[in-house]
């Protein structure tokens, strides 16, 4: 067709006609076919038939099985411990096990600390509803068994001998502990007390009882089916305390060297911190946990102790510990112009150290206190008084004979 047909068969009224609906359905199958973005596909499972006699569950594939436990996994924890001064000792409650055992036990972990009694220098107790008490137990004073099935702990009761277990200097370093079980960071005094979790109250005779809520992350006891904290593995050492000393307490024993006594038994010259000499008649006594050695000393069935211990060098502050020694004897505290006519000064291992003899009714002491390093060194005897007045010299001659190592 030559242009002038065309033009002539475009510009006719039926040509137009006939043409527009023509090329609109090409152009609505252009568009149908393929100038728009394709449909998003949505994708289903549906169950192939089985040709076998009957229909096995399906096994997942290895990406989709789910990670086998770790023994080494962690999970969560939760931890309610306690410190209760009474008798010369701090009494630790502690319960710490999986967060799901121990949350619902703040309450009466809460409400039994609150109904103590402190008679005769210890802590009396009415066990919480569902706490059922397992009686004494190596160092534990007391076992509470809790609960049942999956939601089953304890709590354990224990003491530890310190001549001040509400101060500051003791509850820190023990919190801190406790915060690294948990696998939670250290705090400072300041950062622990404007904590959530630490309380303070005291009961009605002005024992001062310090405790804490603390949520963290414990290790799995390998190869245990359940998650719950480890253990202490040492024989004998208290799960209320923790597994370790506070920092500052080194530990128990390690007596390196000994001398005989009279009836036949031996007396150790020497820890691992330092040699000294042992006077005649002072008889090794037993362990206890917070004194890195200890002495008996009779006189006539009147009888004194003497022991070594350590602390910080924060908590080993001369008129503190005087003053707190001075109120076990029954005796006022000093203020610090009357303290300076008290204490004396004396060479202990090469290092300047402080003597005072303090004189009680009932009860005596005569204590020294030494700083080497981060270490405060307490080397004390107390006891009946002719017995720790007989002793004066015996004890003089001791701290004159330590060399630390």
């Not at 009224?13 to 394709?38: D, H, K, N, R």
């Not at 121990?102 to 600390?113: A, I, M, S």
């Not at 960071?185 to 630490?198: H, N, T, V, Y």
Request: glycine share 10%; aromatic share 6%.
């Amino acid at each position: 067709m030559t242009p002038r047909r065309n033009a002539a068969f475009l510009a006719s009224p039926l040509s137009a006609l006939t043409v527009a609906p023509m090329l609109a359905s090409a152009a609505l199958m252009i568009f149908a076919g393929g100038c728009t973005e394709a449909p998003e596909i949505t994708r289903r499972f549906v169950p192939k038939p089985s040709t076998a006699s009957s229909d096995a569950p399906a096994v997942p594939t290895a990406s989709e099985r789910p990670a086998a436990p770790k023994s080494t996994e962690k999970v969560d924890g939760r931890m309610l411990a306690a410190i209760v001064p009474a008798g010369g000792q701090g009494w630790f409650f502690k319960i710490s096990d999986v967060d799901a055992a121990v949350v619902g036990q703040v309450k009466n972990f809460e409400t039994l600390l609150k109904t103590l009694k402190i008679e005769g220098g210890k802590p009396v107790w009415k066990a919480p509803e569902g706490w059922t008490e397992q009686g004494k137990s190596g160092m534990r004073a007391e076992t509470f068994a809790i609960g049942s099935g999956d939601s089953k702990t304890e709590c354990s009761v224990i003491a530890l001998p310190n001549d001040d277990p509400a101060s500051d200097e003791y509850i820190l370093p023990n919190v801190n502990r406790w915060r690294g079980q948990l696998s939670l960071g250290k705090q400072s005094i300041d950062e622990m007390k404007a904590s959530d979790d630490f309380h303070q109250f005291d009961l009605e005779d002005g024992t001062t009882i310090t405790w804490v809520n603390l949520a963290g992350k414990v290790p799995a006891r390998p190869g245990s089916g359940s998650a719950s904290p480890s253990r202490p593995a040492t024989a004998g050492a208290s799960s209320a305390a923790g597994p370790s000393l506070p920092p500052g307490h080194p530990p128990t024993g390690g007596a390196t060297a000994s001398k005989p006594t009279a009836g036949g038994k031996s007396s150790p010259t020497s820890i691992p911190e330092m040699t000294f000499e042992v006077p005649d008649g002072w008889v090794s006594g037993s362990l206890k946990p917070f004194r890195k050695i200890s002495w008996t000393v009779d006189n006539d069935g009147k009888t004194a102790e003497f022991y070594i211990s350590a602390l910080g060098a924060a908590g080993s502050d001369v008129a503190q510990n005087v003053n707190r020694w001075r109120g076990q004897a029954g005796l006022k505290s000093l203020k610090e112009n009357e303290l300076s006519n008290e204490v004396k000064d004396i060479l202990i291992g090469g290092e300047k150290g402080s003597l005072i003899e303090i004189s009680g009714e009932k009860q005596s002491i005569i204590g020294a206190i030494v700083v080497k390093g981060d270490t405060g060194w307490f080397f004390k005897l107390v006891g009946d008084p002719d017995t720790v007045s007989r002793e004066k010299d015996n004890v003089r001659a001791f701290l004159n004979s330590v060399k630390f190592r």
